[in-house]
């Protein structure tokens, strides 16, 4: 599918930013959510320049903003040469339509942004997949302002020349079609993935997702501790398709860890649905950490948009360890971090780009990944190398001892293999 921000063949998209600033509106600053508005804008590739706010009760229905300050702001990117309009919020259809007239260039919200940035980034089948459909599904209700667009453009979807209605009924079924079709190839998808997580899940071994806001320095983490390569770069949204490596602690202790797309405030619903499958892993996980730029003027705000996705995803309750990064960048501000940690006394304060603070990492993930590994003392005899075989492959084995009649072992094993183990479990051990 097209990119709505176009960087090819053309010079740099010039872009203008609409924020409101509603009374109703807590927590994030309508300041702060234009400038994180200006960083989705610069890395889709476009040039901001400029941005307005309107203060009001509540949105106009018809523009969004009050038709005067429309009008006002219109001109403004007339003589700036403005190729398109961004709105902060989710437009609704009629509005988008309504925009387009009074500014008379492309008009875009918040979510086609992210979705754009989503559709540039994807790699996998799968991703690709996904951010389409969530495209589709978001394009569908407002075809007939693309239909403008497309008419102008030539090429994109369901392009292929003619006016009128007809072939905006005609756009509207080629659509709907693609978007039965997507799904059903992101059935078969899906299946694969769950048969891979089955594959993994063999091995017994912990799983742990990394989640986080975006650009809080999750992939950098993975690579750290696993020496992944996974991509790590200073934009928005860098990762899309989750990783997954096995981490070895120095408690002997084995976890899949498993890096995956991070979140932003108004994070569009659709995307969440369309992302799924990825969130998968992360409903799936034993143990969340939970990434914070602690450097982050909104850093609070951020771990309070993570949340809200999280129990959109079904995902919120799960043991989670807060994990405070990068802190070679607080300059001084120590005080921000203590209140943080105050605030989560089993938090772990790092720099996953300088190493600092990981062996602790290490050890708080060590002691909370504990409790779901159920600690014993077992005696096998010596011929039952099978089961002693076994033990290794499911357990997490501390201490061994081969002398004597029997081989005996402390060993961390998933409770559900308690009943495989029963016959030569000892006693139960303090974790
Ligand atoms: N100063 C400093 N920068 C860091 C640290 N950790 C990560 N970064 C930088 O922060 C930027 C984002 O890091 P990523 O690891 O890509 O962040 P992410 O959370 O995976 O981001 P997305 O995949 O885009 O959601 C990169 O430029 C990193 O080099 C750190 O501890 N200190
Ligand atoms: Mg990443």
Not at 183 to 200: D, I
Not at 296 to 303: D, G, L, M, S
Request: aromatic share 6%.
């Amino acid at each position: 599918m097209k990119a709505l921000i176009e960087t090819r063949n053309r010079r740099t998209e010039r872009v203008f930013l609409v924020g409101v600033e509603l009374k109703s509106r807590n927590g994030w600053d309508t300041q702060d959510s234009l400038e994180e508005l200006s960083e989705l804008a610069t890395t889709a590739g476009a040039e901001v320049v400029g941005d307005g706010m309107q203060k009001m009760a509540a949105p106009c229905a018809t523009t969004f903003i009050g038709k005067g300050k429309a009008d006002e702001f219109a001109s403004y990117c007339r003589r700036a040469d403005v190729d398109t309009v961004i709105f902060d919020d989710e437009l609704s259809p009629a509005q988008s339509r309504n925009l387009e007239k009074v500014f008379n260039c492309k008009v875009l919200d918040r979510t086609s942004l992210i979705l754009d940035i989503f559709a540039q980034r994807a790699r996998t089948r799968e991703g690709k997949l996904q951010i389409e459909l969530a495209q589709l599904q978001h394009l569908l209700p407002r075809l007939t302002r693309f239909w403008g667009h497309l008419s102008r453009q030539k090429g994109g979807i369901g392009m292929r020349g003619g006016e009128g209605e007809t072939q905006l009924e005609t756009d509207r079924r080629r659509v709907q079609d693609r978007i039965a079709r997507i799904s059903r190839e992101l059935e078969v998808v899906r299946r694969q993935r769950s048969t891979q997580r089955q594959a993994r899940q063999r091995n017994h071994w912990a799983l742990a997702s990394i989640v986080g806001y975006t650009n809080a320095g999750k992939s950098t983490l993975l690579n750290t501790l696993t020496g992944a390569d996974v991509l790590a770069e200073n934009k928005l949204f860098a990762t899309l398709d989750p990783t997954t490596r096995r981490l070895r602690l120095p408690s002997n202790q084995n976890v899949l860890l498993t890096d995956t797309v991070g979140f932003i405030r108004k994070l569009p619903h659709g995307l969440v649905e369309a992302f799924k499958a990825t969130l998968e892993e992360v409903v799936q996980a034993d143990l969340l950490l939970h990434v914070v730029d602690v450097s982050h003027p909104q850093a609070a705000e951020q771990i309070e948009s993570v949340n809200t996705v999280l129990k959109e995803i079904g995902a919120e309750g799960k043991p989670t360890l807060m994990v405070f990064n990068k802190i070679d960048q607080l300059n001084g501000n120590q005080s921000l971090l203590s209140r943080f940690l105050e605030a989560y006394p089993h938090g772990v304060a790092i720099s996953a780009s300088q190493g600092e603070g990981i062996s602790s990492l290490m050890a708080e993930l060590g002691s909370q990944l504990r409790p779901i590994r159920e600690f014993i003392e077992i005696s096998v005899p010596h011929q039952a190398s099978d089961v002693i075989a076994r033990l290794h492959e499911v357990g997490q084995v501390v201490e061994r001892n081969y002398e004597g009649q029997s081989a005996r072992f402390k060993v961390r094993i998933p409770p559900h293999l308690h009943e495989e183990f029963a016959p030569f479990i000892v006693r139960r051990m303090n974790q």
